[in-house]
């Protein structure tokens, strides 16, 4: 069974940072594509940033020079971390693993809110 937990959310004040972890079981992350995206309500869900198997990154420009996606391939974790956060960066964050011929897996979010 494939599970991807992730964790690290919470309250934050503006220009504050915090590292959002998404752990897998089930599955090697590093032979996956992993992905970050966050969702607010009414909303669809949106990339914030993704990392190949082959270490290339893509970044939202929202995200670009503020968060950074990374993986710790020994202990099987995905990392984002998330600086100088506004209050437009509040939502329910997920993390994404897909892999050809198989089911995107998805774990089931956290949440950011950035409020003074």
């Known amino acids: 069974q494939v599970t991807l937990v992730e964790s690290g959310g919470g309250l934050v004040q503006p220009g504050g940072s915090l590292r959002l972890s998404c752990t897998a079981s089930g599955i090697h992350l590093s032979l996956y594509y992993m992905g970050w995206y966050r969702q607010t309500p009414g909303k669809q869900r949106e990339l914030v940033a993704s990392?190949?198997?082959?270490?290339?990154?893509n970044t939202a420009d929202f995200a670009r020079g503020r968060f950074t996606i990374s993986r710790n391939n020994t202990h099987n974790v995905g990392y984002l971390q998330m600086t100088n956060l506004r209050p437009a960066d509040t939502a329910v964050y997920f993390c994404?693993?897909?892999?050809?011929?198989?089911?995107?897996?998805w774990g089931q979010g956290t949440q950011v809110i950035v409020s003074a």
């Open positions: 994404k693993a897909t892999r050809e011929w198989e089911p995107n897996y």
């Open positions: 990392i190949s198997t082959d270490n290339n990154i």
